[in-house]
């Protein structure tokens, strides 16, 4: 495909009309995309590009998903919207084949729009079961950018916002790489949690609902939780009643080589939400909880949704999602991918002292890049610099903390042969950025 407008004529028209915000840039600026498949997409030259960030991480499945477009042409020819007080068929069988991917007891699915829109609802569920309206959530978490939610994210775009909301508290992160708490011990021994709920005792109103948390801090600068601190977590609040809501929007459905993130802990939430690549590239997000719970919100009245919550056409795109993620293995095709890539990533630290860390599972996974190996000095400028030629030599991907993390989400379509293309244009931007040539 390709468009009557040119580059030029389309950013001239966004120099007029469209709104600058973006999460990681204000500038009016190419390029300018306008078709995708798989792990590839174009722009409106003809240039194409290997997607290393999934569009916004929804389109891991791959872009325009043949068995997407199958589900949203059944819906296009049935029923598009209904009313949202009103049950549908295709948000009934949605909760039934979500039901069947859950842990045990996780039956009852709310389903919204964005993951902003999920983890308020799952956050103003568990206000209504406890009775309390105190929230926490660690100094690197991102849980969206609605007032809500913003009020609980701490990695970034929070500042010139408020006032938010009272009964909003940070944790501290267990950020290994960078821990003050453990610095010079063998492993976290969970100093910075303990911390944390010392203060949050000391701060707190005494009306406590939740803490919110995910089970790796994506936007925050790909940052895997130590082995039992989720575990950990989830006790302390239920010692203060509590509850866990975990935030599975960049990590769920398969991404990081199981289902869901917080298996590998084998700690079940008691509230959980997904979004993303739930729709296969459609707007869809899901609040997840147990009988118990919804049983009590609804009873006390609890009312929450908007004019397109549960809407069939993308509850039609998630019933094909799960389906695509199920009949593909992808649980399976993310751990061999995920290998692969992190071999990748290994041979060019071996390769470039920039790389001081490389972390992250599955399909999401990232590099801290520094100055010095031994002061761990961000490298700030250089990630950007990197980011610049990697972009201009055709690979996608994101920058966080500043610049001095590069985050790859690369699709579940990608292949061997993409990965080593994808590491070629990175290792020569390496090369240039550090070389003063950037």
């Known amino acids: 495909m390709t468009s009557p407008w040119s580059e030029e004529e389309l950013l001239d028209l966004a120099r007029k009309y469209s709104f600058r915000s973006r999460m990681d840039k204000s500038a ?64 009934i069988i949605l909760a039934s084949r979500l039901a069947e991917i859950t842990p045990p007891g996780m039956n009852r699915s709310m389903f919204l729009t964005s993951g ?38 701490y990695s970034g775009w929070r500042q010139g916002y408020g006032p938010y909301a009272p009964g909003h508290y940070a944790l501290f992160a267990p950020y290994r790489y960078r821990c003050s708490f453990c610095a010079d011990k063998s492993g976290c021994d969970y100093s910075c949690l ?5 203060l949050l005792d000391a701060q707190a109103d005494g009306n406590p609902a939740a803490v919110i948390t995910e089970p790796l801090f994506s936007a925050g600068g790909v940052i895997d939780l130590p082995p039992g601190w989720l575990q950990r977590l989830k006790t302390m609040c239920g010692e203060r009643g509590m509850l866990l809501i975990l935030d599975e929007a960049q990590t769920g459905l398969a991404k990081l080589g199981s289902m869901w993130a917080f298996e590998n802990e084998g700690v079940t939430p008691d509230i959980f939400t997904i979004s993303k690549h739930f729709g ?36 039609n795109a998630a019933i094909a999602s799960i389906g695509i993620i199920l009949e593909g293995s992808l649980v399976d095709v993310a751990n061999e991918l995920g290998e692969y890539w992190n071999s990748r990533l290994r041979q060019l630290a071996e390769k470039h002292e920039i790389i001081g860390d490389i972390r992250g599972r599955g399909l999401l996974q990232g590099i801290e890049l520094v100055t010095d190996q031994e002061t761990k000095e961000p490298a700030y400028q250089a990630g950007h610099d990197i980011g610049r030629i990697c972009l201009e030599s055709g690979l996608i991907f994101s920058l966080r903390r500043g610049g001095s993390v590069i985050r ?24 240039q950025a550090t070389s003063g040539e950037g």
């Not at 240039?47 to 290393?52: G, S």
């Not at 459609?282 to 004019?307: C, P, W």
Request: charged residues 15%.
């Open 116 to 153: 902003s829109d999920a983890n308020e609802a799952a956050i103003a569920i568990a206000k209504r079961y406890t009775g309390g309206y105190e929230v926490a959530s660690p100094m690197v978490s991102f849980h969206g950018l609605s007032q809500s939610t913003r009020a609980v994210t």
């Open 194 to 198: 303990d911390a944390s709920f010392d």
């Open 408 to 431: 790859f989400v690369p699709p579940f379509t990608t292949t061997h042969d993409q990965m080593d293309q994808a590491a070629g244009i990175l290792d020569a931007a390496l090369t």
């Open 280 to 315: 296969g590239g459609i707007a869809i997000s899901a609040a997840i909880t147990t009988d118990e719970i919804e049983e009590k919100v609804v009873e006390s009245g609890f009312v929450l949704g908007h004019s397109h919550s549960n809407d069939p056409l993308p509850c």
């Open 28 to 91: 009016v600026s190419g390029p300018i995309f306008v078709w995708g498949r798989g792990s590839v997409v174009r722009d409106v030259n003809g240039k194409e590009y290997l997607d290393f960030n999934s569009g916004q991480m929804c389109a891991a499945l791959g872009h325009n998903h043949p068995g997407i477009i199958q589900a949203l042409e059944e819906s296009a020819g049935a029923l598009i919207h209904s009313h949202m007080s009103m049950f549908n068929d295709r948000e």
